[in-house]
């Protein structure tokens, strides 16, 4: 399987993709693009989740950082699996892709993005994840948020959807669609997760700046 080249040829996404992306950033805080996997890709990252839940791999997801850290399943109940390296194939095709967005990122809007972390995040049926921002009231390293979805088949009434609250804007849901992209800015965008009626499965992931410590 070559997952390597998915959506993006050589060493850079298409200048339209790169336009969009910076200017919905810039002027609205949030991006989307809806084929940005393969199927390919996307179908070997959903089996991947799936084989480490039903593995009992994933883990419920914490609130907090570091010794603050703590299970709150009233605020969110999905389970996840960090992303290393040399997990697998498609873990590392996708990473690939990351890369080449935090590079694109950078050139286009100068935001000085160091390096990114990923995880798998595995809904169960009516799991959910309260409003929320992702960057933490301590640690400001999480600047940019990148959500993908791994859902084949997904149907609207299904529910699931990513709830964007934009500032000073009406609520904006994205249904979570196999191969669509979200990317919106860490400390700006309140969003929340709403329950489905059906597993969903996702990669969440942040482009962080360095903190000096």
């Excluded at 950078?106 to 935001?111: E, G």
Aim: aromatic content about 10%; overall charge negative; charged content about 20%.
């Amino acid at each position: 399987m070559n997952v390597t080249n998915a959506t993006f040829n050589g060493d850079s996404f298409n200048e339209v993709f790169n336009a969009k992306l910076c200017a919905d950033l810039r002027d609205h805080g949030w991006f989307q693009h809806n084929l940005f996997l393969s199927s390919e890709l996307n179908h070997s990252l959903a089996e991947e989740c799936l084989q480490l839940h039903l593995s009992d791999q994933l883990k419920p997801a914490t609130i907090g950082q570091g010794q603050q850290r703590s299970l709150h399943t009233n605020i969110r109940s999905d389970q996840i699996g960090w992303l290393h390296s040399g997990q697998s194939r498609a873990c590392d095709a996708y990473l690939l892709m990351m890369e080449q967005l935090r590079l694109t990122l950078n050139q286009t809007l100068y935001l000085g993005l160091e390096d990114y972390e990923s995880h798998f995040s595995f809904y169960e049926t009516g799991a959910f994840y309260s409003k929320h921002l992702d960057r933490f009231h301590h640690h400001d390293a999480r600047t940019v948020s990148v959500v993908i979805y791994l859902n084949d088949d997904w149907l609207a009434g299904q529910g699931g959807a990513l709830r964007l609250h934009p500032h000073n804007l009406a609520t904006h849901d994205i249904a979570p669609l196999a191969c669509r992209l979200v990317v919106f800015l860490s400390a700006e965008m309140l969003h929340e997760v709403l329950p489905a009626t059906r597993n969903r499965m996702s990669l969440t992931g942040w482009f962080r700046l360095r903190i000096s410590t």
